[in-house]
C-alpha cells in the first residue's frame, strides 16, 4: 500500500512539474506534409495581402490576392469541382464578414476551371485578442487543403467588446453571439425535467437486485403498479400531443422560415492573367541536384510583347525565389518565404520583342529543403509546377506564366 | 443463472441485506450513468457527429433520419437489459438523458471554452421525447415486436418536431452577399472552421424533394421504417451483451 501510494505520489509530481514546463505553440497548419506536387501544381497564389497585421477586436481586417488554377492539374488529384476558399485560424478568433471572387460576393462553395485565373478578397473581423498564424487556404473537395501564404496577425482588445449583429429578411436585428441560446436551454432543461421525473419515479424505489429476485420469483405484477401504468399512460399519449402542439406554435411563430442553403456558387474565370499569350513560355526539361538543392529549368522563351522582358521571378507552393539583378519584381515578400538570390540565368540580358530564346534557369536555395519541396523526386508525380514572372522595365509590365514540367533527379 | 425461487417461500430482503441491496442500486446507477455518457457520448460523436455538433448541418433531409437512426441503438440495448431482467422502464430515458450531459459537457467547455464557438452555433438536439415513449410502450406492452415497430417508429417521427422549437428560429432568412442564406448557414460562414468547408455539409441531397417538395416527413418515415429494423437488432445486442452465460462457468 506505501509503495504503490508514493508510486501515485511520483506520478502526481511529475507531472506537476511537466505541465509547469514552457510549451511552445504550433506555428504552422501542416502545410508542409502535403504532397509537393499537389502544392505546386493546383491553386498558384500570387500577390497576396493583408490590410494590416495588427488591429483590434471589432475591427476589420482585409486579405486580398490572386491565384491561378494550373492546367497541369496532377491526375491523383480530384478536379475542383467544388471549392471552399477558407481561412485557418485556431477557431473562430476572426469572423468572416464578406468574401468576394473575381469581384463577386459569394457564400458557398465554387467549381474552379483548371487553367483559370481568379482574384479573391476576404474581409474578417477580429473576434478574440491575441496573436495568430493565419493563412487564406482553400478546401478542394476530395482533394484537401492548398494553403495559401501565412502572416501573423495581432489582435488587440476586449473580447467582451466583441459585436456581431446582423437583420433577418423581416427586418429583425438579431446577435448573432447570443441568439437562440436561451430558447435552446429553456427547451433542453423542460425535457430534461421531465426525464429526470421518470428516472426518478423508478430510481425512488429498490432496483436491480431487488427486482432481479422478485422478477425470477414470479412477483412481475407487483414490479409495475396500476398506478406506474396509469403515469405511463399519460407520458405515452401527452408527451407526443404536447411535441405536435409546440411543434405547430413554432411554425406559427416563424411562417417564413427557409431550408438550409447548399447551391454551389457560379463564378467564371477571369479574361487571362496567366499564360495571356503575350510572352509565352514552354518548359523543356527540369533537373533537380540535391547536393546544391538546385532546380535546373530550360525553358523556351517567345517574347510577343511590345517590349523587352526579363525573367524575374519564379514562384511555387508560396516560396518566391528572385532574380536580384531586376530591380522592379514588385511586392514585398517576408523572409521566411523568399529567396532573394534564388534565381540565375545563363543569359541575364533582356528577351528583345519578337525573339524566341533558349534560357536555363537555376533556382537554387535550401528552400527547396526547408519547405520540403525537393520531396517531389520521392513522389509517384514527380512534375514541378509554378508560376513564372517576367518583367519589361521599360513599360512596366508583368507577364506570368505557369511552367510545369518532369523533374529528373540528380543525385551527384 | 439461478434456480427460481418458488413465490410461497420469496422474502424480500429487510434490515442491514436491505440497506446493502440498496447501496448496491446507487453504486450501480452511478457507475452506469458515466459507463453510457462516455459510451453513447463517444458513439453518438462518431457516427451522428456533425449533424448533431453545428446548427449548419441541421438540415431537413438527412439530419432528421441519421439522428434518431443512430439515437436508437444505445436506448435499445440497454432497455433490453433493463426491462428484460429488472423491468425497469427507464432504459431510453437514462441513456438519451447520459448523452445529453455528455454532450452538453463538451458543448460548452470543448466547443466553447476550448474551441471558441458561440454555443448557440452548437446547440445539441434532444430525443427526450422520443425515449419516454419508448419506454412506456415497452413497459405498457411488455413486447419486443410492438415496442420495435410503434416504439421505433415514434422514436424517429417525433425527433423533428422536438427540436423545432430549438432550431426553427435559425431557419430564417437573411440576405447575404446577394443571396439568402438562413441564419444558420450563416453561422457557417461567418465562424470559420478550417476543416468544415461549405461542400462537407452532407444536406440536401437526392431527389426526396420530388415528392412536393415535403422532404422532412418522407426523411422521417424513411428513419421510422429504419429504426423499426435498429431497434430488435441492438435489443438483441444488448442482452448479448449483458449475458451472464460464461460468468456461471467461473
Redesign the interface.
Known amino acids: 500500500m506505501k509503495t504503490q501510494f508514493k508510486t501515485w505520489l511520483l506520478a502526481f509530481i511529475a507531472l506537476t512539474v511537466l505541465s509547469g514546463l514552457p510549451m511552445s505553440s504550433a506555428l504552422a497548419h501542416g502545410e508542409k506534409a502535403l504532397e509537393p506536387f499537389i502544392r505546386m501544381r493546383t491553386i498558384q497564389w500570387y500577390d497576396v495581402q493583408w490590410s494590416t497585421q495588427k488591429f483590434n477586436v471589432n475591427d476589420e481586417v482585409s486579405v486580398s490576392g490572386k491565384f491561378h488554377v494550373a492546367e497541369d492539374w496532377p491526375i491523383s488529384v480530384p478536379k475542383p469541382e467544388a471549392a471552399f476558399l477558407n481561412i485557418s485560424t485556431p477557431g473562430p478568433v476572426l469572423i468572416r464578414t464578406e468574401r468576394y471572387l473575381n469581384g463577386k460576393p459569394w457564400t458557398n462553395s465554387v467549381a474552379l476551371q483548371p487553367g483559370g485565373d481568379y482574384d479573391f478578397k476576404v474581409v474578417l473581423k477580429g473576434r478574440l485578442p491575441g496573436r495568430y498564424h493565419i493563412h487564406p487556404f482553400f478546401n478542394l473537395k476530395d482533394a484537401g487543403q492548398v494553403m495559401g501564404p501565412g502572416v501573423w496577425l495581432e489582435i488587440g482588445g476586449d473580447p467582451g467588446d466583441f459585436t456581431n449583429t446582423i437583420k433577418t429578411i423581416n427586418g429583425e436585428l438579431i446577435d448573432m453571439e447570443s441568439f437562440g441560446f436561451a430558447n435552446g436551454v429553456f427547451w433542453h432543461l423542460f425535457w430534461g425535467a421531465l426525464a429526470a421525473a421518470w428516472l426518478l419515479w423508478w430510481v425512488r424505489r429498490p432496483l436491480f437486485i431487488s427486482r432481479y429476485r422478485m422478477l425470477d420469483a414470479g412477483l412481475e405484477h407487483e414490479l409495475i403498479t396500476p398506478q406506474d401504468k396509469w403515469i405511463a399512460k399519460l407520458v405515452l399519449v401527452g408527451v407526443p400531443i404536447l411535441v405536435l402542439v409546440l411543434n405547430s406554435v413554432t411554425a406559427n411563430r416563424y411562417p417564413d422560415v427557409i431550408p438550409l442553403q447548399a447551391g454551389l456558387d457560379q463564378i467564371l474565370p477571369l479574361p487571362a492573367q496567366v499564360n495571356a499569350g503575350t510572352v509565352n513560355v514552354d518548359t523543356l526539361k527540369a533537373e533537380y541536384n540535391v547536393s546544391k538543392r538546385a532546380m535546373v529549368l530550360q525553358v523556351k522563351v517567345d517574347n510577343r510583347s511590345q517590349g523587352a522582358v526579363r525573367i524575374g521571378e519564379f514562384a511555387t507552393s508560396n516560396v518566391h525565389f528572385l532574380n536580384a539583378d531586376v530591380s522592379n519584381v514588385g511586392y514585398i515578400h517576408r523572409k521566411d518565404d523568399v529567396s532573394n538570390n534564388g534565381l540565375t540565368l545563363d543569359n541575364n540580358t533582356s528577351i528583345a520583342p519578337g525573339e524566341q530564346r533558349s534560357v536555363t534557369i537555376e533556382v537554387r536555395d535550401a528552400a527547396w529543403e526547408s519547405e520540403r519541396l525537393d520531396g517531389l523526386i520521392r513522389d509517384a508525380d514527380s512534375r514541378l509546377g509554378g508560376l513564372l514572372f517576367l518583367y519589361d522595365d521599360v513599360m512596366g509590365k508583368r507577364y506570368i506564366s505557369s511552367i510545369s514540367a518532369a523533374v529528373i533527379p540528380k543525385f551527384i | 443463472m439461478?434456480a427460481?425461487?418458488?413465490?410461497s417461500t420469496?422474502k424480500?430482503?429487510r434490515g442491514e441485506k436491505?440497506r446493502l441491496?440498496?447501496a448496491?442500486?446507487y453504486l450501480?446507477?452511478v457507475l452506469a450513468l458515466f459507463l453510457f455518457i462516455g459510451s453513447f457520448h463517444l458513439h453518438f460523436a462518431l457516427t451522428v457527429g456533425d449533424w448533431d455538433f453545428w446548427v449548419?448541418?441541421?438540415?431537413?433531409q438527412w439530419w432528421p433520419l441519421v439522428t434518431p437512426l443512430i439515437g436508437i441503438t444505445f436506448p435499445a440495448a440497454v432497455q433490453a437489459v433493463l426491462w428484460d431482467?429488472?423491468?425497469?422502464?427507464?432504459g431510453a430515458?437514462?441513456c438519451?438523458?447520459a448523452l445529453?450531459l455528455g454532450t452538453?459537457v463538451a458543448r460548452v467547455f470543448a466547443y466553447h471554452y476550448?474551441?471558441?464557438?458561440?454555443?448557440?452555433m452548437v446547440?445539441?438536439a434532444?430525443m427526450?421525447?422520443g425515449?419516454?415513449?419508448l419506454?412506456?410502450?415497452l413497459?405498457?406492452t411488455n413486447s419486443l415486436t410492438i415496442t420495435s415497430i410503434f416504439g421505433g417508429a415514434?422514436f424517429a417521427l417525433?425527433f423533428?418536431?422536438?427540436n423545432?422549437?430549438?432550431?426553427?428560429?435559425?431557419?430564417?432568412?437573411?440576405?447575404?452577399?446577394?443571396?439568402?442564406?438562413?441564419?444558420?448557414?450563416?453561422?457557417g460562414?461567418?465562424?470559420?472552421?478550417?476543416g468544415m468547408?461549405?461542400?462537407?455539409?452532407i444536406?440536401?441531397?437526392g431527389t426526396l424533394r420530388t415528392y412536393g417538395q415535403y422532404?422532412t416527413p418522407l426523411s422521417a418515415f424513411c428513419s421510422a421504417l429504419l429504426c423499426s429494423l435498429m431497434y430488435p437488432l441492438w435489443w438483441h445486442i444488448g442482452k448479448w451483451f449483458a449475458s451472464t452465460r460464461y460468468l456461471a462457468k467461473i
Not at chain 2, 427460481?4 to 413465490?7: R, S
Not at chain 2, 449548419?56 to 431537413?60: A, C, L
Not at chain 2, 431482467?85 to 427507464?90: D, V
Not at chain 2, 423545432?164 to 453561422?187: C, R
Open positions: 439461478s427460481q425461487i418458488p413465490i420469496f424480500p430482503y436491505a441491496v440498496r448496491y442500486d450501480i446507477l449548419d448541418w441541421k438540415d431537413r431482467k429488472f423491468r425497469l422502464p427507464m430515458t437514462l438519451v438523458a445529453l452538453w476550448w474551441n471558441f464557438f458561440p454555443i448557440n446547440l445539441p434532444t427526450v421525447p425515449a419516454l415513449v419506454d412506456t410502450l413497459m405498457l415514434a417525433l423533428y418536431p422536438t423545432w422549437p430549438i432550431f426553427g428560429m435559425f431557419h430564417q432568412p437573411v440576405e447575404v452577399a446577394n443571396s439568402q442564406l438562413t441564419i444558420a448557414d450563416l453561422f460562414f461567418q465562424y470559420i472552421r478550417t468547408p461549405e461542400y462537407l455539409r444536406i440536401e441531397r422532404a
